[in-house]
């Protein structure tokens, strides 16, 4: 196998995804970097994999890790690199690792595989054209607000990840912000309580009370966008509403002009979300 450092993803939660060409770089690695080397072991040790030399890579040595890396591809070995679970990078240590490979002349070679970011995507019925991938949802409830509001009037899907300890108060935020967004909680993919709710943003907090497994497991948040809507409204409409939440407060903007235009109070709340910040 060519000497380089290749990126391997690795299953997010049912071991039968790992692909054929990413067993074959482990077998051959003369070198795994992992986030957790315990945690990797385990996997390891399921696919007979043993004996094979084994650093941590993760946020707080990445930088010296890459050092050995880059030694170790240079004398001509075989270095895999590895995350606890899905694709290295994506929310995931080895972005330095990479930049100073590549900055150090090393062949870095990416494998394609599983992703919690696009196997929720693909599964949530929401447009997949064009979207935003942010991380993780801020903690601090002011930057979450900030987030979510900045979603009003977007044109993307975006998808976020969060934590089941805190995926009620961010569904919260985001039912109060953004009612009428289409969302789509993709929780515990792959594995056995693998599931998909596909609701307004509105009804979401009810929804996961009702049932406390529903909160259970790990998540992935994608969020629709409501541009289309938005679009359609009457041009001397957008103008009075940027006018409007110059001196007013949004929601106010929103009941006053409703019952005047006959357009949706949310409609138009979105709008005057979206202008405000502008
Ligand atoms: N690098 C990983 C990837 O490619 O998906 C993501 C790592 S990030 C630290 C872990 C987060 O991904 C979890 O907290 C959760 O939000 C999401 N996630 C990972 N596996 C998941 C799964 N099986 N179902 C739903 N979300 C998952």
Do not use: W
Not at 185 to 198: G, H
């Amino acid at each position: 196998m060519e000497s380089a450092l290749y990126i391997v993803p690795t299953p997010i939660g049912n071991l039968d995804d790992i692909t054929i060409r990413a067993i074959e770089v482990l077998k051959n690695a003369t070198l795994i970097a992992a986030e957790d080397t315990r945690h990797s072991k385990i996997l390891l040790d399921k696919l007979s994999i043993t004996g094979t030399k084994m650093i941590s890579c993760h946020d707080h040595n990445e930088e010296q890790r890459a050092d050995i890396i880059i030694e170790e591809v240079k004398k001509g070995g075989v270095v895999a690199l590895i995350s606890d679970a899905g694709s290295p990078l994506i929310n995931d240590p080895g972005y330095r690792v990479v930049t100073l490979c590549s900055k150090a002349d090393v062949k870095v070679v990416p494998l394609p595989g599983p992703c919690a970011l696009i196997t929720a995507l693909e599964a949530s019925a929401l447009p997949t054209d064009k979207f935003m991938f942010n991380g993780f949802f801020p903690v601090k409830e002011k930057e979450l607000t900030q987030t979510v509001e900045a979603l009003a009037n977007v044109d993307y899907t975006a998808v976020f990840y969060e934590a089941p300890r805190r995926i009620l108060a961010t569904m919260e935020i985001v039912a109060k912000v953004l009612p009428e967004h289409d969302v789509t909680l993709c929780r515990e993919m792959t594995k056995t309580f693998e599931s998909f709710y596909r609701l307004k943003a509105r009804e979401v907090p009810e929804f996961l009370k009702a049932d406390p497994d529903r909160v259970k497991g790990e998540f992935v948040v994608a969020i629709g966008a409501l541009k289309q809507e938005i679009d359609a409204i009457d041009p001397k409409v957008v103008n009075a509403v940027e006018e409007l939440v110059k001196t007013t407060p949004v929601k106010t903007v929103a009941n006053i002009l409703s019952p005047l235009t006959g357009i949706k109070k949310n409609d138009l709340y979105n709008l005057a979300l979206s202008l405000k910040e502008k």
